[in-house]
């Protein structure tokens, strides 16, 4: 019974209980646990026009739309990927292992899937879409994942400002404080 109550706690811990998706808090025991992530990309997602969802189909409606939009992530994204809602309708991916270009290339990916893949229900049909900040980066660990994702976030920032459904990225030069927008 203990270890039922225990794996229930986990669970509850670090998975988000409406997408079945890792949370924020796993995100950072993951690190912690595993001491850094050599070499990969971090993109963050944001969910184009969220508000009006909700506003104009309701708050249940908004919440199947974040369930299909997790089906499309977890869809896309290689098997050994972190997937986690961030919070909202924000979506965090790390691609341990991989560099700008396959970042970039499951970003375009995702925006190609939600494109072709609207979501359905009933009679209702809405086409949905990301802005999404990547970010390639050389180490993440607890002493920088704070500045990597304040570059990721302001890639999305900049996808948001651009008109949205598209992705901005960065490569994160290591040893340093500056990085080179691209």
């Known amino acids: 019974r203990n270890k039922r109550l225990y794996l229930a706690l986990q669970r509850v811990s670090f998975c988000d209980e409406l997408t079945g998706l890792k949370n924020r808090h796993a995100f950072k025991e993951q690190i912690f646990i595993e001491g850094a992530v ?30 299909h939009l997790a089906k499309i992530l977890k869809n896309c994204s290689p098997r050994a990927s ?14 341990e292992g991989a560099d700008l270009e396959q970042g970039k290339k499951l970003c375009e990916t995702i925006l190609e899937r939600c494109e072709h893949v609207p979501f359905r229900k009933d009679q209702l049909r809405l086409d949905v879409s990301f802005s999404m900040g990547l970010a390639e ?26 008109g949205k459904n598209q992705f901005v990225y960065q490569k994160i030069i290591p040893l340093a404080e500056s990085s080179i927008a691209v």
């Open 38 to 67: 050599d070499k990969g990309c971090v993109i963050l997602l944001d969910v184009d026009n969220f508000k009006k969802i909700n506003d104009q189909y309701g708050h249940q409606m908004g919440d199947s739309v974040l369930v």
């Open 137 to 162: 980066f050389q180490q993440l660990s607890l002493s920088n994942y704070s500045t990597t994702l304040q570059h990721v976030d302001a890639c999305l920032y900049q996808a948001k400002s651009q």
């Open 82 to 95: 972190f997937i986690s809602r961030w919070g909202g309708e924000e979506f965090l991916i790390v691609l």
